[in-house]
């Protein structure tokens, strides 16, 4: 239980800290409109920390460590819902939807892959 705790946080904060890192380093708003080449790359940029984040928190969880990746994806689609309702009506909200429909759920394909690889070892 310890162990999936620690990987569910790994998880969440590697996601976290990358999308804080992208916003701060290019100096974006991620509620403000953005260019069709940035939103390409921080959204590939947010599915790959979702997927390596999954993936960190079913390692270190060990067994159940599919539990602990599905518990990252929730924490990522909370994270987004909340900011959603707390978003004034006028701002955009293309990172919150792409962190709802594309990043939660890479983070359970990279619980998956990993459950996957330990499976295959067995």
Request: net charge positive.
């Amino acid at each position: 239980m310890l162990r999936g705790l620690l990987g569910l946080v790994t998880g969440y904060v590697v996601f976290a800290a990358s999308a804080a890192l992208l916003f701060v380093i290019s100096r974006h708003d991620p509620h403000a409109p953005a260019s069709t080449g940035f939103l390409v790359f921080s959204v590939t940029c947010g599915i790959v920390f979702a997927l390596l984040g999954g993936y960190l928190a079913a390692s270190i969880a060990g067994r159940g460590g599919m539990l602990y990746s599905v518990a990252v994806g929730i924490a990522i689609a909370a994270g987004a819902i909340v900011s959603l309702m707390a978003s004034p009506g006028n701002r955009a909200i293309w990172s919150q939807v792409s962190a709802l429909v594309l990043m939660s759920p890479a983070a359970v394909v990279g619980g998956y892959m990993r459950t996957r690889q330990t499976q295959a070892r067995a």
